[in-house]
């Protein structure tokens, strides 16, 4: 295996974190539309953090070795078509993503307030947080921008 | 063989995206799966939510990935071969991987459901523990199988 293959078995695997972590955010995003506790919704930070690690790492992966076998590898070149539409696409997944998770941060604050006020029971406020329809719309968004990042990356239109 | 291997024909995009993407969906869901299962403390919430990941979204994902390879396979030069030329090493990880976790993963499945019905009574943590510890060896072995696939070792 040469170099360059390393890092193509590198980047594919960031792009598998990637869409792992945003995976673990659809398994959560259902999980906690019926989580109206603060210790409820608490009790998912561990896999959050699972999921944040997932999608940063996935995220900071695909786009820096993405760009370094743009550069490297035989035949294809930064300016190339499919090769920007890419970077457009995960810039765009970045910033939505990055809302999402804001979006849902709202539920996880409101939780830690009530516990920290001692209030441990059901709290309508916290379910309806929970249940963001904007965050679902986003992550919907961002998994959209994410398959037709995949789509790009095997039919390489142009190339 | 691997000049080969890097060249691809249109007509093998669709497959491989629906390989791909099942792969993916496949690591996303046992990810989950053992995340959850390695958190819950004990919580049966937390433990149905891991086998639940396992069952809806891990197994589809699986069905997807190997959908998807064995129609890839059909159409590739792979399954052309000269007698007593050997498919490449990456393809036999793939493969290993693939069939090997599948048996993994029904076990796991299985252990997995019998415990979420035994947490009814209070008991099934240790199946679901063992669910989790298969899950785990999973993911480490798909982590090889994507090394494999997409680096395409000799």
């Known amino acids: ?159 | 063989m691997s000049v080969i291997a890097s060249i691809r024909p249109d007509s093998e995009n669709f497959p491989l995206f629906v390989h791909v993407l099942g792969a993916m969906i496949l690591v996303g869901g046992t990810l989950t799966g053992a995340s959850a299962l390695a958190f819950a403390r004990g919580e049966a919430r937390h433990l149905r939510l891991g086998y639940w990941s396992l069952l809806a979204v891990a197994l589809p994902g699986f069905v997807l990935m190997r959908v998807g390879a064995a129609w890839i396979y059909s159409r590739s030069v792979w399954d052309n071969l000269p007698e007593g030329t050997d498919d490449p090493a990456w393809l036999g990880i793939g493969f290993i991987v693939a069939d090997l976790g599948a048996l993994l993963f029904l076990i796991s499945l299985i252990v997995g459901g019998i415990g979420v019905r035994r947490l009814q009574d209070g008991k099934g943590t240790g199946l679901l523990k063992a669910t989790m510890v298969i899950s785990i060896v999973l993911l480490a072995a798909y982590v090889v199988a994507v090394w494999a696939m997409a680096g395409k070792p000799d």
């Open chain 1, 1 to 159: 295996m040469s170099f360059d293959d390393w890092i193509l078995a590198l980047h594919v695997l960031s792009a598998f974190a990637f869409v792992a972590g945003m995976v673990i955010f659809w398994v959560l995003i259902v999980a906690v539309r019926r989580t109206d506790t603060p210790e409820g919704t608490i009790r998912m930070e561990p896999i959050v953090k699972v999921g944040n690690a997932a999608v940063g790492i996935g995220a900071g992966g695909t786009i820096v070795l993405g760009i370094w076998l743009a550069f490297s590898y035989g035949g294809y070149d930064i300016w190339d078509g499919w090769i920007i539409a890419a970077i457009v696409l995960w810039a765009i997944a970045a910033a939505v993503g990055q809302r999402t998770g804001n979006a849902y941060m709202q539920g996880m604050n409101k939780a830690q307030e009530l516990q920290a006020a001692g209030q441990t029971g059901p709290n309508a406020e916290l379910l309806a947080l929970n249940r963001t329809q904007n965050g679902v719309l986003l992550h919907a968004l961002a998994t959209v921008v994410v398959v037709l990042i995949l789509i790009d990356m095997i039919w390489k239109p142009g190339a």
